[in-house]
């Protein structure tokens, strides 16, 4: 089974931190690229970071870059979204994903979610 389970989401006020780890399971978690995107209410899904198999590069949307950072432990399985300065339209479910690209085929997985609300 192909497992990525969210954790670390739930209620911050403004100005607070939380940090999401998704733990991953039934592939080498070492040969996928990981990244977060979230889904505000009534919206789309929106890509909020990435980061590469080895943990080489990091790569943000504008609206979190300098606020979120990203990171990944690969003896862990794990790859973490630490969030900073949470403001109220950071409130979403966010969701973690992994991919891996080979000339013939893909492979891309999901996680189910984990809601973080930023209110006061």
């Known amino acids: 089974q192909v497992l990525l389970v969210e954790s670390g989401g739930g209620l911050a006020q403004p100005g607070g931190s939380l940090r999401l780890s998704c733990v991953a399971s039934g592939f080498t978690f070492s040969n996928y690229a990981m990244s977060w995107a979230r889904q505000a209410p009534g919206k789309g899904l929106e890509w909020v970071s990435g980061?590469?198999?080895?943990?080489?590069?990091?790569y943000y949307a504008d609206s979190v870059k300098g606020r979120f950072t990203i990171s990944r432990d690969n003896a862990k399985n794990t790859v973490y979204l630490q969030m900073n300065g949470l403001k109220p339209e950071d409130t979403a479910v966010y969701y973690c994903?992994?991919?891996?690209?080979?000339?013939?085929?893909?492979?891309?997985?999901w996680g189910q979610g984990t809601q973080v609300t930023v209110s006061s």
């Open positions: 994903n992994a991919l891996y690209m080979g000339d013939d085929y893909r492979y891309d997985y």
């Open positions: 980061i590469y198999s080895d943990g080489s590069d990091t």
